[in-house]
């Protein structure tokens, strides 16, 4: 093998290093991980940030329920209710999205399951860029 063969060998075992050991790390959480939870059970059709995929992006979502609640448990427990059986009733972020995109189906979760999630999609706004400044705005985005 010449060296150049060799560096290109090294670069691509450590590329394939790289995402095992995060799914090592994911497994050996023994709490629920509401990201792994949205991973699996949302992302099919929630993007993080925008642009949408077939729903509603998280983010301005999540900047949404935090203009209109400001309880963080408050907030948690509403959404886990609208995650369980969303109803045109318990839409709190984008009534229009409805139209948009149709009404969200149930996703059938364990208790735990619900709480972990809804917990991650509400720390989604607080958690970085978006956060309560000017780019909180951005849930216009959802509105279109
Ligand atoms: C089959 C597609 C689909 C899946 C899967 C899905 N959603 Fe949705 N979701 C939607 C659509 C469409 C809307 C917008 C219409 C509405 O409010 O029902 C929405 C809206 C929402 C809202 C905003 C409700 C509001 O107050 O306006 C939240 C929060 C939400 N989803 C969270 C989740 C979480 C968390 C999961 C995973 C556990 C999930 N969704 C899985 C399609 C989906």
Same mark, same amino acid.
């Given at each position: 093998m010449n060296h150049v063969e060799k560096i290109l060998l090294s670069g691509l075992l450590l590329g394939l290093s790289s995402p095992m050991s995060g799914a090592f790390s994911q497994t050996a959480s023994a709490a629920v991980d509401g990201k792994a939870v949205f991973d699996k059970n949302c992302s099919v059709c929630h993007s $993080? *940030? !925008? !642009? !949408?995929?077939s729903a509603p992006p998280i983010i301005p979502i999540s900047a949404r329920y935090h203009q209109k609640i400001s309880s963080r448990s408050e907030g948690i427990k509403r959404m886990a209710a609208f995650i369980k059986s969303p109803s045109e009733d318990k $839409?709190? *972020?984008? !009534?229009q999205a409805i139209a948009r995109f149709g009404m969200m189906p149930p996703v059938p979760l364990g208790d735990g399951e619900l709480t972990a999630v809804a917990t991650w999609v509400w720390d989604q706004n607080s958690s970085g860029k978006w956060g309560q400044g000017p780019g909180a705005g951005r849930g216009d985005c959802i509105k279109q």
């Amino acid at each position: 093998m010449n060296h150049v063969e060799k560096i290109l060998l090294s670069g691509l075992l450590l590329g394939l290093s790289s995402p095992m050991s995060g799914a090592f790390s994911q497994t050996a959480s023994a709490a629920v991980d509401g990201k792994a939870v949205f991973d699996k059970n949302c992302s099919v059709c929630h993007s $993080v *940030a !925008p !642009p !949408p995929k077939s729903a509603p992006p998280i983010i301005p979502i999540s900047a949404r329920y935090h203009q209109k609640i400001s309880s963080r448990s408050e907030g948690i427990k509403r959404m886990a209710a609208f995650i369980k059986s969303p109803s045109e009733d318990k $839409v709190l *972020a984008d !009534p229009q999205a409805i139209a948009r995109f149709g009404m969200m189906p149930p996703v059938p979760l364990g208790d735990g399951e619900l709480t972990a999630v809804a917990t991650w999609v509400w720390d989604q706004n607080s958690s970085g860029k978006w956060g309560q400044g000017p780019g909180a705005g951005r849930g216009d985005c959802i509105k279109q």
